[in-house]
């Protein structure tokens, strides 16, 4: 049943923060635009005296002391992001810039008509607006951070100064699985190398081997099934035939972002005309054994192939394609290292999501993902170490820290015994390889100690998007008790 009215929250337990969350909902508030809920921000702390700052990006900052004997009690800081990803039906005419959202509630679940709700993360707004505004409550002193640009890289958690922040523990509210503690998260660095080549006579037979359909994923979360990723595979076809036929590289073409595993490739390789028979046989032969190869998930529409033709391509030098090949075949993919003290959660990986060949060279793009510091470090330098062989040149950018495990954590400690006690049982202790403000965080401020917890979430960034009510008011209750332990 849909029950549709303005008011539409106000039925809803714990009322106050359902109260604020259908207040935002009336702000437009996507990425790079939160400004309007940042002055909501700062007119909420300033009608209740407490103490704030904005920053030129909006995040804003509120503070609150400790209510009577949590003088001494360690600072929390509790932080979600402003901005929501907009995401509409193609049939909605919503606009994002000037339109409240359209709330619905549905079985018990709470949705936007037609478009993204922004529950994540408009949930932890709420909720910290509603623990700031309740005098009630008991807890140690509160810093309440909400940062902007958090679905478009991070960007209010990096720009953020912490210079006056207190706090040792950190209660992130941006997790999408209630019952579900995260405990640490990947840091990145982007790598792009460029192997220059010099193309020279044409030679009069050509191949294109093809890979197309794979699954692909997402580079840090998906890493770890088993999924080809379409460059190796090209490289894997034309380093194997190398040993047995003699051709060159004409053009590469494969994905363009770092930060998904390549679903397609296809390679144009040139030969002489006296090799055409054994070039064919064995290529043939191998695209058979590397589609035999791929996974149940890659198989399902991934498909390998080589066709054939005659005509006059120009082609890379005979040492130009030895080296192009060596890249594509021997940098750094994939898992790379896994957690010890956590062994399901991959602690460092590399993804070669880009690859194209110009006029005037052939270029390679990574994305390296470590949970440790050092581990990217490692990884950098093995790339570093394939470019020099190579003859590539090397950059780097976008580089963010990752947010170790941590086995003694208090913060994990405190969500964990608050949680046994309401629900009589265990929470699930995770991590993520994939980037969360966390881990900015922890960087920017070494001493404190995060968890990042949240309600129970469906098909966030998607107009389908919806967020469970009955979860919303547990885990509600469990950061109240959470602040209440010393
Ligand atoms: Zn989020």
Redesign the pocket.
């Known amino acids: 049943m849909v029950i549709r009215m303005s008011n539409i929250l106000s039925e809803l337990q714990p009322k106050a923060v359902f109260a604020f969350f259908e207040e935002i909902c009336q702000i437009p508030h996507p990425s790079y635009h939160e400004e309007k809920l940042a002055a909501y921000l700062c007119d909420f702390a300033r009608a209740r005296g407490l103490s704030f700052r904005v920053d030129a990006l909006h995040n804003v900052l509120i503070k609150k002391p400790a209510t009577a004997e949590y003088e001494d009690a360690e600072t929390v800081m509790l932080q979600g992001?402003t901005d929501m990803v907009a995401q509409k039906r193609a049939d909605s005419e919503h606009d994002f810039l000037r339109d409240p959202l359209k709330l619905v509630i549905e079985d018990g679940w709470i949705r936007a008509d037609g478009t993204t709700l922004g529950g994540?993360?408009g949930i932890a707004v709420a909720m910290m607006l509603a623990i700031l505004d309740d005098d009630t409550l008991v807890h140690p002193a509160l810093e309440c951070l909400f940062t902007v640009q958090?679905?478009v890289g991070l960007c209010g958690a990096a720009g953020f100064d912490y210079s006056d922040i207190e706090a040792s523990l950190l209660f992130n509210l941006?997790s999408e699985d209630e019952g579900v503690g995260t405990v640490s998260c990947a840091g990145g660095i982007r790598v792009d190398m460029k192997r220059p080549v010099s193309y020279e006579k044409k030679m009069t037979r050509y191949a294109t081997v093809c890979i197309s359909g794979l699954k692909g994923g997402h580079s840090g979360a998906e890493i770890h099934m088993p999924r080809a990723n379409a460059h190796r595979v090209v490289g894997s076809i034309l380093s194997a035939l190398s040993e047995t036929v003699s051709f060159r590289l004409s053009s590469l073409l494969g994905g363009n972002m770092d930060n998904a595993i390549p679903r397609d490739c296809t390679a144009v390789i040139a030969y002489e005309a006296q090799d055409e028979s054994a070039l064919h046989q064995t290529l043939d032969m191998l695209c058979q054994t590397k589609q035999a190869l791929l996974s149940h998930a890659d198989a399902e529409t991934g498909c390998i192939t080589a066709s054939y033709d005659a005509g006059e391509i120009p082609v890379m030098t005979a040492e130009d394609t030895r080296s192009v090949l060596g890249i594509l075949c021997m940098s750094v993919n994939g898992i790379v290292t896994m957690c010890e003290d956590m062994p399901s959660l991959v602690e460092s990986s590399c993804n070669m999501g880009i690859l194209c060949s110009d006029d005037h060279a052939v270029n390679f793009g990574f994305l390296a993902r470590a949970s440790v510091e050092e581990r990217k470090e490692e990884i950098r330098v093995l790339l570093a170490m394939c470019a020099k062989q190579f003859g590539a040149s090397i950059e780097y950018s976008g580089s963010y820290p990752g947010w170790a495990y941590d086995k003694n954590s208090l913060a994990a400690a405190r969500y964990c015994k608050v949680y046994k006690r309401l629900y009589g049982r265990e929470p699930r202790i995770e991590a993520i390889h994939a980037g969360l403000e966390c881990g900015l965080m922890k960087h920017a401020v070494p001493n404190i100690d995060p968890i990042s917890i949240g309600p129970d979430m469906k098909d966030i960034h998607t107009p389908q998007e919806r967020i469970s009510i009955e979860s919303v008011a547990r885990v509600y209750e469990t950061v109240c008790e959470m602040l209440k332990e010393k």
């Open positions: 992001h994540d993360d958090e679905e941006d």
